[in-house]
């Protein structure tokens, strides 16, 4: 099936610390959404992009669609320790097929 | 009030029992999913239904039935509970499929352990 490569894989900074992490396809998206997944909950949207070079923000989050509809990145600025958890990027390819994910990547905040 | 619920919040059972997840939202949404997390976290669609109709059947084994009574509601009946069927499993829901101006809301999971 079709695949988001998401990295890294996992990361750990020290709080106050920006973060960057992305999403690369061989495919083209016709939509990009972000996820946060906490322990013991189900993943929560973040942000949605529906158009190709769109920089959306929500708060300390910035999210952009790549320009080419195959690549998204998600920033989170000034990092607390609530931003630990695993974050995921989805896409949906066209109108009528379900969302995608990308394996996650696993945040650790250092206090 | 939760806007997609699952029940139940963990399930234990044996290799070979059949059992049920149930879930529900109150959303008014048309479209309800099945995603399967593996221990990798791995998020796999199962299922898709749009308005009580199966849109969408991944390769999951026959042993996987959904049933729809209603919009409202989207129920997994598992027969034959092996091993790898393990996981969490998450019910999430749209607006419709063709729309996805706020993603899907997801229920906070099902995690079934088969010993």
């Known amino acids: 099936g079709q695949q988001l490569n998401q990295s890294p894989q996992s990361m750990f900074i020290q709080e106050g610390e920006d973060v960057s992490m992305n999403c690369t396809s061989s495919?083209?998206?016709?939509?990009w959404l972000w996820y946060k997944q906490d322990p013991g909950e189900g993943p929560v949207l973040l942000i949605a992009?529906?158009?190709?070079?769109e920089l959306t923000s929500n708060g300390r989050l910035t999210a952009q669609f790549g320009i080419t509809r195959k690549d998204s990145f998600l920033n989170i600025s000034a990092s607390i320790p609530s931003d630990v958890g695993i974050y995921f990027c989805?896409?949906?390819?066209?109108?009528?097929?379900?969302?995608?994910f990308g394996k996650g990547t696993r945040l650790s905040v250092i206090a | 009030d939760t806007a997609v619920s699952q029940t139940p919040k963990y399930l234990v059972t044996q290799m070979g029992n059949d059992k049920s997840i149930k879930c529900e939202q109150n959303?008014?949404?048309?479209?309800m999913y099945w995603y399967k997390q593996d221990s990798k976290k791995f998020l796999k669609i199962m299922f898709s239904?749009?308005?009580?109709?199966?849109?969408i059947n991944e390769t999951v084994p026959n042993r996987f039935s959904p049933k729809s009574p209603d919009k409202a509601h989207l129920n997994l009946h598992i027969n034959s509970l092996e091993l790898g069927d393990s996981a969490v499993y998450f019910c999430?829901?749209?607006?419709?499929?063709?729309?996805?101006?706020?993603?899907?809301?997801f229920g906070s999971g099902t995690r079934l352990t088969v010993v």
């Open positions: 999430a829901s749209s607006p419709s499929r063709q729309l996805l101006l706020r993603g899907y809301t």
């Open positions: 495919s083209i998206f016709n939509t």
């Open positions: 992009l529906y158009k190709a070079g």
């Open positions: 989805a896409g949906q390819l066209s109108g009528n097929t379900p969302l995608v």
């Open positions: 959303l008014g949404h048309d479209t």
């Open positions: 239904y749009n308005n009580k109709e199966l849109i």
